[in-house]
């Protein structure tokens, strides 16, 4: 049974940083890209970013481009998410999604709460 | 990246079918048969019902159905039940390895 499951959420001023982590098993991590994707509190889905199984194939919705740095570790089976230089805008449920061999996502973390506010 | 357009609600009544529309442009519903549906009940993660347009995972009833035509792609679910009562988002691959989403349907089952 594939299993997603975030971490690192947590309570950021304006302007600070985070680190989130996405553990993966079920499946053959190093096999499959992975993407982040947000919901901010009552609000809709919004991708995030993607990392392909090659080794530094990342792309970025503009609304992050330049701010969070996605990568993985596949000897640990692990997704990151890097935030920096974070705006209230980016308040949100950070899940963690496995993308099908296809072009779409097949299961998904319950998710990571992150809180930017003074 | 703008956001692919969904009615903000829709309803119906148990046993009746309701379809939710899902319009995007050339660069993203028109350009790809990459089409996904996904439901999500409150407080709980996404779950995929459609794939590539019209395709179900395993485990999805056959009650829940895709298509497209142009720019737009619906989602239609028949035989309504009580559980089907959920947010639904629509999201398509966009070229360049991106991805854009619906900003998301309330069904209610009256």
């Known amino acids: 049974e594939v299993q997603l499951l975030e971490s690192g959420g947590g309570l950021v001023q304006p302007g600070g940083s985070l680190r989130l982590s996405c553990a993966a098993s079920?499946?053959?991590?190093?096999?499959?890209?992975m993407s982040w994707v947000r919901q901010a509190p009552g609000k809709g889905l919004e991708w995030v970013a993607s990392?392909?199984?090659?080794?530094?194939?990342?792309v970025y919705a503009n609304s992050v481009k330049g701010r969070f740095t996605i990568s993985r570790d596949n000897s640990k089976n692990t997704l990151y998410l890097q935030m920096s230089s974070l705006r209230v805008e980016d308040t949100a449920l950070y899940y963690c999604a496995k993308r099908t061999s296809g072009w779409s996502f097949d299961s998904w973390g319950q998710g990571t709460l992150v809180t930017v506010s003074s | 990246q703008s956001a692919l357009t969904q009615p903000r609600s829709v309803s119906g009544s148990p046993g009746q079918s309701v379809t939710i529309s899902c319009t995007g442009t050339?660069?993203?519903?028109?350009?790809?048969?990459?089409v996904s549906w996904f439901q999500q009940h409150p407080g709980k993660a996404p779950k995929p019902m459609i794939y590539?347009?019209?395709k179900r995972p395993s485990g999805v009833p056959d009650r829940f159905s895709g298509s497209k035509s142009g720019n737009t792609a619906s989602l239609t679910i028949s035989g309504l039940q009580a559980e089907d009562e959920a947010e639904y988002y629509c999201?398509?691959?966009?070229?360049?390895?991106?991805?854009?989403f619906g900003g998301g349907t309330k069904l209610t089952v009256l």
């Open positions: 990392a392909g199984v090659p080794a530094g194939s990342t």
């Open positions: 590539d347009v019209n």
């Open positions: 079920g499946f053959s991590f190093n096999n499959y890209a």
């Open positions: 050339s660069s993203d519903v028109g350009a790809y048969d990459y």
């Open positions: 999201c398509s691959h966009a070229g360049s390895y991106t991805w854009v």
